[in-house]
């Protein structure tokens, strides 16, 4: 893995991916809002910056050539198609045989077996109610692009993140095939770390065509699962 892209490189996973593909010494390419340039300015002499919308097929296509990785933050922003146009436009445009990266949240299921609990479903209604209503998110494109991705004959890892917390990286997270598992009971992860995950998929060949759900690899949950 020689040079990479970071399509949402200015959010804040985006910004934590950077960090850890600089470590690795990676050639980053990132791609971010025009408005949005200037949260990548401590990276600015390291990194080549695309700006533009992550929907944007011309952006995508000159940003992602030459690249052996893509890692894209899919978020369901708007009700334009941004999340099912930024998968598409990466899909069709990554090089053969890049690997290929996905971030997205627990509520996607690969195959349909994930089990959720009331209340994850109960916030996932509402959310997907309001976001759709006040126009804001649409989590049925992420749900499209994620079809789009699994449907995929790429090099593809879909990395689903539970929910997320701020702080010192604790380590790689752990992660099941499928929400529900009781590893992933404690649903916490450090940013910093689902952003390791990520940028380590990259050369994990055994995480090909998979939809890893992680958590925090020192939670309650995980240490339980180690010691057992
Ligand atoms: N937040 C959670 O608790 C959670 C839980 C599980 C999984 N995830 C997943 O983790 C990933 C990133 O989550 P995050 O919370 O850490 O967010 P984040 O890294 O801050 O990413 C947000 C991204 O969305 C972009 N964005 C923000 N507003 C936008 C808009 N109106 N139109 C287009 N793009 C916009 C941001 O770009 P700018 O820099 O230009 O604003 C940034 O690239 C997503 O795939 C999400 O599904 C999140």
Redesign the pocket.
């Known amino acids: 893995m020689n040079k990479i892209c970071i399509i ?8 934590y991916m950077v960090k850890h593909a600089l470590a690795r010494d990676y050639e980053v390419v990132g791609v ?2 025009k ?2 340039v200037d ?1 990548l300015d401590e990276f600015k002499d390291r990194i080549t910056i695309v700006p533009g ?2 929907n944007d097929r011309n952006v995508i296509k000159k940003a992602v050539e030459g690249c052996d990785g893509v890692l894209t ?6 009700n334009n198609q ?1 999340s099912s146009g930024t998968a598409k436009a990466v899909l069709d445009f990554a090089k053969e045989g890049a690997r290929l990266v ?5 509520h996607i299921s690969q195959d349909g077996k994930d089990v959720y609990s009331t209340s994850f479903k109960r916030k996932l209604r509402m959310a997907t109610w309001v976001g759709k209503f006040f126009r ?1 998110v649409d989590i049925y494109d ?1 749900e499209m692009a994620t079809r789009l991705i699994f449907n995929g004959k790429s090099r593809w890892t879909v990395v ?5 917390e701020e702080g010192e990286s604790q380590g790689l997270p752990m992660w099941s095939a499928h929400v529900g598992d009781p590893i992933l009971d404690s649903n916490i ?1 450090r ?1 910093i770390d ?1 952003a390791l995950f990520m940028v380590e998929a990259l050369i994990s060949d055994d995480l090909i065509h998979k939809s890893p759900a992680i958590v925090g690899c020192q939670t309650s949950s995980a240490l339980a699962f180690t010691s057992n």
Do not use: E, I, M
């Open positions: 949402g490189a200015s959010g804040k996973l985006g910004v971010c809002r408005k949005s949260k919308a992550t933050v899919l978020v369901p922003w708007g941004y996905f971030s997205c949240g627990w804001v992420q689903r993140g539970s929910d997320l992860t940013r689902f």
